[in-house]
Every structure is written in structure tokens, then in C-alpha cells.
């Protein structure tokens, strides 16, 4: 279908990190189903990279060395964000290029407009820049001892078509998996939402103020049947094609008059 | 043009905050040309969060004191990411909330896929959640002392622009400014490129490997002239309306029929 996009080695290198950290239940997760599909690598960070977004290091060197590996695969911790793990992955870590970057299995979801803020799908954006077939996946369940084996069965359904059909250029997969057993897995959009914060304020022993992030999420079309959220609100699998082009071409289109 | 964007407020509150930290010459440069258009409170970062992204703090508490001034401007010093600080400031920090949210100015272009790392629009994209007309600027001069006097007056033209105008909910601009006088502002969308690594590799006293990560832009397009990367490339600013919105719904409907 995007022939250009799929591997042309018979078996090839996947890329495996994710945001939680090394020693993540979910990661060892995923390697145990994706081992199955070709050979692997990973490459995660020693400590949990939540939250992180696409951020890169600028301010200090990335440092990556060989662990004790994870299901016996080739495993390097690293000092840097997701994204610095990827790139570091596709630029001298290895001596071969991996032909996918699958990350995850988040501990959590990354629905709609978590997609922004998440380490999880920042290493698979960057993977979609480097030019090969990238997911991210995540489980609603945000227990360090989460149950992932139905999750797993999404993870392979998935991946096995995007072996098959590759995937356009500078293009990922959001990939949200319910809690307990999906009823199956839908194509979806990006449900319009937010996430309402509420600070917890604290004074230290110090004296001294300090905020806890918190907050609920909020959907702004809680009834919109194509959205992710609704799609996990109803035990499916949610599948979002994520792009890097974030223009926003109606208002592109709306403000062309504006004279400056 | 968007009524309900515009602020009500005869003198809005308006946010200014940054990515180089509260001492970049460019934060003190943009207090300097937004204070002709309202209330100003400056809440930034002690250090630079450059390529922080759309990150945010999950794992320790955030703190936000006041400082000494900006040009006499309420001023917060923050521990957080730039997203953290927009975060704060719509939450318990201050006692009014913003009518708009400044980021910049950037010492540094983040055209093109820079969006998606850039603390800066990290910062801008954020406020346009909080459901206020929000912009992101850079200057393509990454020197400390930067010369911003003609970047001032593409920030007074834009932002006049968008207090005339308003903004469309979850959007927000990226004005990316060249070096020296601009010929004019051009309306634009993400040119399509990304940045190719070459890390560097050294080795420590202790015999250690690490990884400092550097790279140039590829543009895949340098000849489309309705791109951001076209406009800079002319000395034009370039200004893009960004979405939060990251579906690729052109992808959604060529996979539409993936049996999974």
C-alpha cells in the first residue's frame, strides 16, 4: 500500500523504547510480542521520561551503554529524553538502522490531546522524521503492575499491518488500548479535549510554597463516534494516524486577508 | 473576526514567557514592545529550557517565585518547563488570568518541524489550550546579544493583528523573524524538512563515551514559496497558524479499510 515504507530486509531491525523507563513493565511487554516480528533493540532511559514530550537535550552530552538485556534482546540505557534515545539509535548507536520504532506499552493513556505532551508517542513522531514505520502504544491502566496481555494482542494485530502496508511518509500511529479485553480496534481521529489542571498547593518545611500538577481531562465532544476517546470510552482499541505538519490550514485559510 | 477570542477587558492581562530563560536578552526585548498593549507579568524559567517541547513536570513539585522586575513588570521565576509556567499561571499563580499568552523572543528560528520541539511554541500552543490567542516568536540570530530592533516592530504588527482580529480556539501562531530587516510578513505554512543529526562522539577523562547532539536543517521543498522556510530564506517573517490537532486525516482515509 506505501511500498516505499516497508522494510526491504526480511527480517528487520525494530527499535523498541518507550517513556517510562527501562525497568517499565510495559516495555518488557512489548519486546516479549514485537520479538516475534524481527530482531530487536532497546533503548529507553534509566529513569521514567513522562511527560517529556518531544523534547531533545541540548544543554548536556547523552550518554548510552549496554545493560543486562531485556528476553535476552540487546538493550542500552540511556541519559536522554525518548526523542534522544531514537536519535541516538539512528546516528552511531548501532551498527544498523532500525527499519521501525515502536514505543511503548505506555502505562497510561495518551488519547487526545495527550498526544502533545507524551514521551511515548515523541519517540515514535521522531521515529515517523527518520523516515521508517513508527507506533506508539498505550494502555489505560496506570498501575506499575498493569495487565498487558490483551493489550499485546492489539499491539501484534497492529504491528502486522503495518508490516504488511507500511505507512506514508513523516507519519505515526497513536495506538490506545482499553483496560481488560478490547471488543476491537477502530481507525480514529484526535478527540477534541483538554486537560483541566488543578494545582495542589503545599508549603515545604521551609516555608516555601510549592504546586503538584493534577487535573482531570475534559472532551469537548464526548458523543463524536470517529474520535479516540470515544472509541476507548466503549472498550475499543483506538488507532489515530498522527502527522509532523502542524499547520492549521483552515485558519491558514480564514486569515489570509490579514494585513500586517 | 473571531469575537469570542478577543479579549473583553479594555486592558488585558497578557503572559509573556520564553524557552532561553528569564535572563535572555529576548524575553527583556519583548516585555519591552508588549507593554504598549496592556498588563504585562513575566513568568519564565532560571534556566533555559530550549528544546523542551511541550513537556511537562509530573515528577517533582513546581515552584514560581517573584523576582526583581522586568522593566518594572510583575516578574516569576519558575522551575518548570515553559508549558509548566503557562500551566501555572492559568492555575493559583496569579490572581487574574491572562488574556493572551507571548513566547519569545527566540534566540533562534523554530520554522518548519522546530515546531514540534521548540520550548518556545510549547509554550504558545499551551496558551492556546487555555482558550487565549497565544504566539510564539524567533529571531534566526542564535547569539546571545541578538539585535531585536527590527524583530520588535513584526511583533508589534502581528500582535496588533491578533488583538484587532483575535484567534480561532486551539490555535496559535509561530512568527519566525530573519536576521536584520525583514522585508515584509508573509502568511505561511510549516515547510516540510527535518533536521539530520551528526552527533558527536568524545570520550571523557574516565574513558567514557558520550554523544553531544548537533545536525543541520534539511528543507524538502526550498523552492515552495508558500512555506515558512521560503519566506525566512527571502527575509520575510513568516507567520503559521498551529494546531493542536494532530490527526492526519489525509492518512486516516487511505488506511480506512485496514482490517485489523
Redesign the interface.
Known amino acids: 500500500?506505501f511500498p516505499i515504507r516497508k522494510s526491504m530486509s526480511e527480517k528487520p531491525l525494530i527499535l523498541v523504547t518507550n517513556d517510562d523507563g527501562i525497568h517499565a513493565k510495559g516495555l518488557r511487554e512489548l519486546v516479549e510480542v514485537i520479538q516475534f516480528f524481527g530482531d530487536i533493540v532497546v533503548v529507553s532511559s534509566e529513569?521514567?521520561m513522562?511527560?517529556?514530550?518531544?523534547?531533545?537535550?541540548?544543554?548536556h552530552?547523552?550518554?548510552?551503554?549496554p545493560v543486562e538485556r531485556i528476553l535476552g534482546v540487546p538493550t542500552y540505557r540511556s541519559n536522554g529524553?525518548p526523542?534522544?534515545s531514537v536519535?541516538?539509535s539512528?546516528?552511531?548507536?548501532l551498527n544498523r538502522k532500525p527499519g521501525y520504532v515502536i514505543s511503548g506499552i505506555n502505562h497510561g493513556t495518551n488519547a487526545s490531546?495527550s498526544?502533545?505532551?507524551s514521551g511515548t508517542m515523541?519517540a515514535a513522531?521522531e521515529g515517523s522524521?527518520h523516515g521508517v514505520p513508527s507506533i506508539g502504544f498505550s494502555l489505560d491502566d496506570y498501575s506499575r503492575d498493569a495487565d498487558f496481555s490483551k493489550a499485546k494482542i492489539?499491539v501484534a494485530?497492529?504491528f502486522q499491518?503495518v508490516l504488511e502496508?507500511g505507512?506514508?511518509p513523516?507519519?505515526c500511529l497513536?495506538v490506545n488500548i482499553p483496560k481488560g479485553k478490547p471488543k476491537?480496534?477502530k481507525?480514529c481521529?484526535?478527540a477534541?479535549g483538554?486537560?483541566v489542571?488543578?494545582?495542589e498547593?503545599?508549603t515545604d518545611p521551609h516555608g516555601?510554597?510549592?504546586?503538584?500538577?493534577s487535573g482531570y481531562f475534559k472532551n469537548f465532544e464526548a458523543d463524536a463516534l470517529e474520535t479516540d476517546m470515544y472509541a476507548l470510552d466503549n472498550n475499543y482499541a483506538s488507532?489515530?494516524?498522527?502527522?509532523?505538519?502542524?499547520?492549521?490550514?483552515?485558519?491558514?485559510s480564514?486569515?489570509?486577508d490579514?494585513?500586517?
Open positions: 500500500m529513569t521514567s513522562s511527560g517529556k514530550s518531544c523534547a531533545i537535550t541540548v544543554d552530552p547523552l550518554r548510552a551503554v529524553t526523542v534522544d536519535k541516538l539512528f546516528n552511531g548507536l490531546i498526544v502533545i505532551y515523541g513522531i522524521l492489539v494485530k497492529v499491518s502496508n505507512l506514508p513523516f507519519t497513536n476491537g480496534i481507525l481521529r484526535q477534541h483538554k486537560w489542571e488543578e494545582f498547593k503545599r516555601r510554597e510549592y504546586h503538584w500538577l488507532v489515530v494516524p498522527v502527522t509532523t505538519d502542524m499547520t492549521c490550514y483552515k485558519t491558514l480564514q486569515i489570509k490579514w494585513k500586517f
